[in-house]
């Protein structure tokens, strides 16, 4: 029987007086594309942190494929796409990809690095200072970096905030082509359709933990919606 790619039993996370999660029961499936919503302040930076092994519980148990998130081998199956880049602007687009192959370990690194910058529409400015880039660029760039490695499960942090049109487009087609190889994927998004459009599952984290966790295939975005709605009163 296959572990979970992921299971997190009573995860609590707080920051001196002020709570972030409370009592996070939650098993992803490998190969599950898992939508999170919620509000601003909800947690849900937070729950990544904490699944990719950047913060710790302050209770509760986290086991990656069975394990510690924060064991090296666990850590080199997950990538972040999130606000924070890990780019060096001083280096050109192929060095900083040289440099994240160097550390994963890449095999066959330079027709790797060329199929990623290929697959985000960069191959014209891989040898450009990355800090010569816009915006939307060095978020292409940051995709390229996360896919680099192939890892088995993708945790994006509301990757689509600031892109244009061409880099959101091309996030959603190597999304759908991550889906269809199997990866787990956790999106946080306040895209309902896209969302709906992508996921397999959903989850509403609001006032600190899991308050629906539903089926994609189960409903509309108006419905979820209508929940996310629901529980953001739900406190008041």
């Not at 924070?84 to 192959?101: C, D, I, K, S």
């Not at 290929?118 to 400015?125: A, C, G, K, N, T």
């Not at 680099?148 to 990757?159: A, G, N, V």
């Amino acid at each position: 029987m296959l572990l979970p790619a992921l299971e997190l039993t009573k995860v609590s996370k707080d920051f001196g007086r002020i709570i972030a999660l409370r009592n996070i029961d939650l098993t992803i499936q490998s190969g599950e594309f898992v939508s999170i919503l919620g509000r601003n302040g909800a947690g849900k930076t937070t729950l990544l942190n904490i699944i990719s092994g950047v913060s710790k519980p302050s209770s509760g148990l986290v086991e990656l494929y069975g394990g510690d998130p924060a064991d090296t081998e666990n850590k080199s199956k997950l990538a972040v796409i999130s606000h924070e880049v890990f780019l060096y602007n001083n280096l050109t687009a192929t060095e900083n990809l040289e440099y994240y192959a160097s550390i994963y370990g890449v095999k066959d690194a330079e027709q790797r690095i060329k199929d990623v910058l290929q697959s985000v529409e960069l191959m014209h400015r891989r040898f450009d200072l990355v800090g010569t880039f816009s915006r939307g660029m060095t978020q292409r760039l940051t995709i390229a970096r996360a896919l680099l490695h192939e890892p088995s499960l993708l945790l994006l942090d509301e990757p689509f905030t600031g892109l244009d049109q061409l880099a959101i487009g091309i996030l959603i087609s190597l999304l759908r082509k991550q889906k269809e190889l199997g990866r787990t994927i956790l999106l946080t998004t306040h895209d309902l359709h896209t969302a709906k459009e992508l996921s397999q599952r959903y989850l509403i984290l609001e006032k600190h933990r899991i308050l629906h966790d539903g089926l994609m295939a189960d409903t509309n975005p108006d419905e979820i919606r209508q929940k996310y709605f629901s529980s953001d009163r739900s406190g008041e």
